[in-house]
């Protein structure tokens, strides 16, 4: 029987700006005590959220939330080598129109940081996949653990949501963390001659659901 997660209380929130492309919106951000890694992970409602969250009990649809683990590279300096810039502002605009989270996660690089991402960037420019680099350096496949990611959800009272992900392993993580993944809804398929490679290992790899990547 796996235990559930420790109890987090929010910290604090506060409204933002966001701005993705021509767009401009506003979200409000959480702050977290209590998460079992100790980082500093953050949560942003975004659109109608908390009518998402009330009208659950009254058999609307649940919150679309996702789990975004952050990648300097990718989210802030617009690199082509991943899909994870334009995953992000899909993830934003979706959520904004829908109501939900987006919980951005301190864990650049699958979880082995981003001096040893930057490694293997060179180990997969030598022919080894994005997975497989990892690997070569000593680390797992994929290292991330969303345990403080169920804990972050509780503490905002979230307890059944819509997961936008390609990744199965988050809706199994949270599901035994006792969250409930009503429906795991797709991102798109943000490919591209720079990472097709990267997204063909995501596919065959990782068992991302990425449709006509991978064959």
């Known amino acids: 029987m796996h235990d559930q997660p420790a109890p987090a209380a929010v910290r604090t929130d506060l409204t933002i700006p966001l701005r993705v492309g021509d ?4 979200g409000r ?18 659109g109608p959220w908390a009518a ?14 996702r789990l975004h683990s952050e990648c300097l590279t990718g989210d802030v300096l617009g690199s082509e080598r991943c ?3 334009p995953q992000l502002h899909e993830a934003i605009l979706r959520i904004s129109r829908a109501g939900g989270f987006l919980l951005y996660l301190r864990q650049e690089g699958r979880g082995i940081g981003l001096y040893e991402k930057l490694d293997a960037y060179t180990l997969q420019d030598a022919g080894l996949d994005t997975y497989a680099a990892n690997e070569a350096l000593g680390h797992g496949a994929d290292e991330r653990d969303y345990t403080a990611a169920a804990q972050m959800l509780r503490a905002l009272g979230v307890r059944r949501l819509r997961l936008l992900s390609n990744n199965p392993d ?11 993944v009503v429906e795991r809804v797709p991102t798109r398929v ?17 068992a991302h659901t990425l449709d006509g990547v991978g064959g």
């Open 23 to 26: 767009q401009r919106l506003s």
């Open 29 to 46: 951000a959480f702050t977290f005590t209590g998460l079992s890694d100790g980082r500093e992970h953050l949560a942003i409602g975004l």
């Open 52 to 65: 998402a969250l009330h009208e659950v009990p009254r058999d609307g649809a649940p919150p679309l939330v």
């Open 83 to 85: 899909d994870c810039g």
């Open 170 to 180: 988050k809706a199994e993580q949270l599901a035994r963390d006792g969250i409930t």
């Open 190 to 206: 943000h490919l591209s001659p720079a990472n097709a490679l990267y997204l063909a290992a995501k596919a065959t790899v990782g």
